[in-house]
């Protein structure tokens, strides 16, 4: 039996602002699984509503085997940090840290002891005595932290907690969140906008957008098999090529034809897939990973002549460095298409020319449009 979960779920906002529209999650005991997706797209609603600081239009929400929608929140054994976290502003940060925690004290526990070393392990720790205004942002949000950890509860609700502070911090309270939650087998929904502490942090992953969970799958998975386009291009480190052309058959194989005119012949492991498809029109989304390069003024004279008719000439015009991986901007001379690729070894000064070359095994095939299938994926029909 599922620790959480939600059946349908349905909030549309005054004029008609369509919050959450039929979502649907299962969150196993002791799991933590992240919501991800951009501003808007319904996380913080979602919280609400199982938090029961929301009343849905309609669907069902269960945590463990109750059905809990129509319960307040006290009766629901949820513990919950919000995005703009509210402390008690008459409270020492200490009496803010065990205030949620008393009622619930079990016998020969000692809440000062916990709360104490969760705050040191935050870095709050001399902080204790001081009122909420006499904290930054950023500490704010880890007294929050620090009492949800303190205070623990069935299903723990966490609305990017870590948006405020500043790299290294994060990091390191990522990793606390982590081993707490592995430590207490706790049940945890846990919220952010960003991919990488996503990617870091889950056992799961549900992408959002626009009020619809669009996929619900380990990081692995989603990372490898992204069920359409826009999970791919959410959950990239950098920029996705996105390649719009035809297919056609030739001699039994497929053939890829883009808009400048190249045709790549497609991995023969596609072949079910792309006849379940049936259509001609497709995208190709490629990763840095799918794209490499080669620095010269005339075409690669290899002797692989497929290899040598699709490379694309292009100019470097820019790089991004995010400290354990430098990419490289490109545009085609063609057609100012950009494209992104890992740097290797010395990285080429901005303006230098070359071919790309596509490695269509780590290419994923889409349908057209923003939300286009992966034609690859079980889930394509
Ligand atoms: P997220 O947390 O993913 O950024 P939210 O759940 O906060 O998104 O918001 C989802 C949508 O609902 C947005 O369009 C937002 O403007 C709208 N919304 C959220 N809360 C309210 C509210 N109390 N009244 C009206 N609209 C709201
Ligand atoms: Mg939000």
Not at 301 to 325: L, N, Y
Request: glycine share 8%.
């Amino acid at each position: 039996m599922p620790a959480l979960s939600l059946h349908d779920i349905q909030k549309t906002f005054p004029k008609n602002i369509q919050a959450l529209r039929g979502v649907c999650l299962e969150v196993r005991d002791g799991e933590l699984l992240v919501l991800a997706g951009p501003s808007g797209c319904g996380k913080t609603t979602t919280l609400r509503v199982i938090a029961g600081l929301e009343t849905p239009d309609s669907g069902e929400v269960h945590i463990a085997d109750r059905r809990v929608d129509g319960l307040p929140p006290r009766d629901r054994d949820v513990a919950m940090i919000f995005q703009n976290q509210v402390l008690f502003p008459h409270m020492s940060v200490l009496r803010n840290l065990l205030f949620p925690s008393r009622p619930r004290q079990t016998a020969g526990e000692d809440l000062t002891d916990k709360a104490q070393s969760f705050a040191r392990e935050l870095e709050i720790g001399h902080l204790l005595d001081r009122k909420p205004e006499e904290l930054s942002g950023g500490e704010r949000q880890r007294v929050a932290l620090a009492r949800l950890l303190t205070r623990g509860a069935g299903c723990n609700l966490l609305d990017e907690p870590l948006a405020h502070l500043d790299p290294l911090l994060r990091w390191q309270a990522l990793s606390l969140i982590k081993s707490w939650q592995r430590r207490f087998q706790a049940t945890m929904v846990y919220v952010t906008h960003d991919q990488r502490e996503a990617l870091t942090i889950a056992d799961r992953i549900g992408v959002m957008r626009d009020g619809q969970l669009h996929q619900v799958d380990s990081p692995q998975k989603i990372f490898g098999s992204p069920r359409n386009r826009f999970v791919m291009e959410f959950l990239s480190p950098t920029q996705t090529a996105f390649i719009p052309g035809r297919l056609e058959q030739a001699a039994g194989s497929w053939i890829f034809h883009d808009a400048s005119k190249l045709s790549w012949p497609l991995p023969p492991e596609w072949k079910t897939a792309l006849e379940r498809y049936g259509k001609s029109e497709i995208v190709l989304g490629l990763r840095p990973s799918a794209v490499r390069y080669s620095l010269s003024e005339k075409p690669p004279t290899s002797t692989d002549q497929e290899k040598q008719s699709t490379a694309i000439p292009a100019r470097v015009v820019g790089h991004e460095f995010t400290g354990e991986q430098m990419y490289m901007q490109w545009e085609a001379i063609s057609d100012s298409r950009r494209w992104t690729t890992f740097a290797n070894g010395e990285t080429p000064s901005i303006g230098s020319t070359g071919f790309l070359h596509i490695d269509l095994d780590e290419a994923i095939p889409f349908a057209p449009g923003p939300l286009g299938m992966n034609l690859l994926s079980v889930h394509a029909r």
